[in-house]
């Protein structure tokens, strides 16, 4: 049985003897139990009645809700109530849940004040478990409330003994579902009505928010900040049945759209379209489904890199005991939970490769662990014979043995596998993610993933990409995204070049109703085009406009090549205010519109012009101010990337990596000297090159920290002409699982000194380490050098 129990004013009823004893127990300083005690001994409290403050009380025990303090001291509290489940079940008075005969036993789990016990559903369990919440709250001063508390039996209990134990327990309430943690705590076949709560909530949510008081910009925050994180938590856990997320992505539709009169106005675009990346026309609401697969890939992960947490034990115990989590096989028998998260495995697994480290735990065969490749696995066929197993197999002295990786690999794979770097420190093999800034799986990444394997699949039919016309249309989203504007005027130029805004050309063809006439000249339909560029009236208002394009008729047909071929104009001074200025006259060209086709009022051109020119110099003023504060707040000193001459007694390493184009051979030139002194040694190095300048770089930059720990130098400069590795060494973070290793052993190997630091080198001092790194391409054994000192 699982028991859910509720504490009555938790935090109110801690005793303060009870904390103390307990930090006590746990072998805190009694410095620090004395600055605790003292912050929670001089806590007031006091009343206000009518507006006025009245008296002040203080407390003699709990601790106080809302400070950032106090869930840590109960959760000190709570290890009291662990300790006792935990004496319990070691004396075999309370025995835990199994999932499987070799998973770990659960007696609880906690979460601050939420607990969740479990236990046989006997009459002797029962009452040592009331036994143990009766001296913990004695000890504690912490009240169990049994109404609220709750009980859940397995299906095979007989109704009698239900209802024993219950009576036993305070008459505990007998559940067949309930919630922990806002999580329901048993799936059944329904998973609809389960789950339906999600969709309510953000249906209670929309409806609460004004639709007319939000422009289509504050819409578009208001579901993206608030509905789109309302079911993040769930579905971090379950898979959300799609019927759910088309309910949920419908109501973030119709309410985004907006309504009137209690109908729903006109979608003009798909959900699809809007759920887009920004860059391809969209404006980046999530596809729940998609983002769904990446939250669960997450647990995915976790369950991967952290195989010590308690829900990777019981999950590899009871699913893939003896083997991997992508090559375990789904029960029929399996819960929910791991059917959600087998369903999510195909994210994780195509973008992770195994990072060699001392290669033990890397199957040849089996595993992706080879970089550059779409699978991550070799090609070379396996021999029968071969007694190749592990990745170690192929590592000799922390270095690939080439004779038999060029034995047993085709030319690619051998390539492939000698450009792969050995970890100097001899860690384990560990996972790295592709696609991450640092290695490590995201769910914003995941779903970028996922998102960009089904536009693949779909350009594959449309061609769209390879046209001339496609790279321009993904230049014009990026420029509109990045122009400086209030983004309701975004919201409107996005509506503009996708056929979205609501003309009477779309509105009669739409609904067959109105006229598709303009009313403003009678000439011609209302389309996008004739409304903001080619309309007798419009034609006035730009004809007094402080902005001319001249040269754009042609393209007054088509508003989207217009627009195109008006951005252009960015690269010219001054281009991009001019960009600016033009959206805001036509943003008052479309309220014009509006005034006069709901109101009747008709607005002067010149009039227009300004009202354009005034809204865009006040914003313009207030992105300069805030532009100015900020680089006034924040500045950057970035020691790496400036050319800096080291200290006294510091000596200056030049490193430089040549390759040879014709063949995968890396020369490596390095000088040491001391503070404005002429190099005083140096050594020619002869490696493999990888064929990518930057790992080149970084192997240079580590066998070179390796010769300057022979010089038994304690402080030592190094100096390198690449930017972008010395970033990596700053951050230590890398998108590559190569690069990623050398700079884990840089980072190293910078222990060995007592100060080292890194710099870029200057063109003019570099010229003896380059004359050497190409000297070091035709010698056949590394090389020593030492220059005479005049």
Known sequence: MAVKLDMSKAYDRVEWSFLDAMMAKMGFHNKWRNWIMECLRTVTYSFSINGEVKEYVIPGRGIRQGDPL?????????????????QAAGNKRISGMRLCRQGPSLTHLFFADDSLIFCKANKQQAIELMRVLQVYATASGQLINLDKSSILFSKNMCPHKKHQICHIMGNMQQVN???????????????????????????????????????????????KAVSMAMPTYTMSCFKIPKRICKDISSLMSNYWWGEANGKNKVHWCSWKKLTQNKEKGGLGFKE???????????????????????????????????????????????????????????VVEHGVRKRIGNGRSTQIWEDRWIPDTTTGRVTTMKQGDSRLH?????????????????????????????????????????????????????????????????????????????????????????????????????????????????????????????????????????????????????????????????????????????????????????????LALTVNILWQIWKARNDMEFTGKVHQPWKIIKRAQEEWLQFDEVAKKEARMSTGETSTHNNEDQHLEPDEGTVKMIVEATRQTDKPILGIGITAAERNQEPMIGWALKERSSGVQLLDD????????????????????????????????????????????????????KRLFHMCSFCLASSDKNYLSSRISMYALGITIDEELVFPQC
């Open 70 to 86: 106090s869930p840590y001291l109960f959760l000190l509290c709570s290890e009291g109530f662990a300790s006792l489940l935990r």
């Open 390 to 578: 592990k990745v170690e197999d192929l590592i000799i002295q922390k270095r690939w043995n080439r004779n038999l990786v060029f034995q047993y690999f085709n030319k690619e794979d051998a390539e492939r596998i000698l450009s792969i770097p050995i970890s100097l420190a001899g860690r384990e093999d560990s996972y790295f993610w592709m696609h991450g800034e640092d290695g490590r799986y995201s769910v914003s990444s995941g779903y970028k993933g996922l998102v960009s394997n089904k536009e693949r699949s779909q350009e594959v039919s449309q061609r769209e990409v390879s046209t001339s016309w496609g790279k321009q249309t993904h230049k014009m989203w990026k420029v509109m995204w990045r122009l400086k504007l209030k983004h309701k005027l975004k919201i409107f130029l996005w509506k503009c070049l996708n056929n979205a805004l609501p003309v009477r050309e779309l509105i009669n063809g739409r609904t067959k109703a109105g006229d598709p006439i303009c009313r403003r000249c009678g000439e011609e339909v209302e389309t996008v085009e004739h409304l903001l560029l080619n309309c007798r009236e419009t034609k006035h208002i730009w004809h007094i406009a402080p902005i001319q394009w001249d040269g754009m008729q042609e393209h007054h047909g088509c508003f989207k090549r217009w627009w195109i071929s008006v951005t252009e104009a960015r690269h010219r001074i001054a281009g991009s205010q001019h």
């Open 288 to 346: 729940l489904e998609a983002f769904n697969m990446a939250l669960l890939g997450k647990q995915v992960w976790r369950i991967l890199t952290n195989p010590n947490l308690l829900v990777s034990k019981v999950l590899k115990a009871k699913y893939f005991p003896r083997s991997s989590i992508f090559e375990c096989k789904i029960p029929k028998n399996a819960s929910w939970i791991w059917r959600g998260l087998m369903a999510a495995r195909k």
């Open 698 to 749: 970084a192997v240079a930059l580590k066998l070179a920290m390796c010769k300057a720990n022979t010089l038994h130098q304690r402080n030592v400069q190094f100096q390198v002409k690449n930017r972008q590795l010395l970033n990596h060494i700053r951050t230590q973070k890398a998108s590559d699982s190569r690069i990623a290793t050398l700079v884990e052993d840089i980072v190293q190997l």
């Open 177 to 223: 579902q309930g919630k922990y943690l806002g999580l329901p705590m048993v799936v059944t076949r329904t998973k609809e009505q389960i789950f339906g709560f999600v969709r309510t909530n953000i249906q209670h949510r929309i409806l609460k928010w004004k639709n007319r008081l939000l422009s289509a910009a504050g819409k578009e925050t208001m579901l």
